[in-house]
């Protein structure tokens, strides 16, 4: 079966630290440039953090840069989202995308972060 599972999602206090998961099965994140995504209630959702199929290059959301780091292990078929300094707007359900122009999209379900005291 293909599909995407987000996982590392819960609740941890203002400064707090999560890290995120988002493993492949069925097919192979060699071909695919990965993002994450936020949408937080009543919101859009909005890009995070991406990371290309080759070089690794990546690129931040204003709002997480230098609090969030991307990173991918194509040995385990996953890519991970480090949070760090978590705060309260951090909150949303966080999905993962693996993008290739030629074999299209495929979508997590979300992992759920909320950030509260």
């Known amino acids: 079966q293909v599909q995407l599972v987000e996982s590392g999602g819960g609740l941890v206090q203002p400064g707090g630290s999560l890290r995120l998961s988002c493993a492949a099965s069925?097919?192979?994140?060699?071909?695919?440039?990965i993002g994450w995504f936020r949408q937080a209630p009543g919101k859009e959702r909005e890009g995070v953090s991406c990371?290309?199929?080759?070089?690794?290059?990546?690129l931040y959301a204003d709002s997480v840069k230098g609090r969030f780091t991307i990173s991918r292990d194509n040995a385990k078929n996953t890519v991970y989202l480090q949070m760090n300094y978590l705060e309260p707007e951090d909150t949303a359900v966080y999905y993962c995308?693996?993008?290739?122009?030629?074999?299209?999209?495929?979508w997590g379900q979300g992992t759920q972060v909320t950030v509260s005291s």
């Open positions: 995308n693996a993008h290739n122009a030629w074999l299209g999209d495929k």
């Open positions: 990371i290309s199929r080759d070089n690794g290059s990546t």
């Open positions: 069925g097919f192979t994140l060699d071909y695919y440039g």
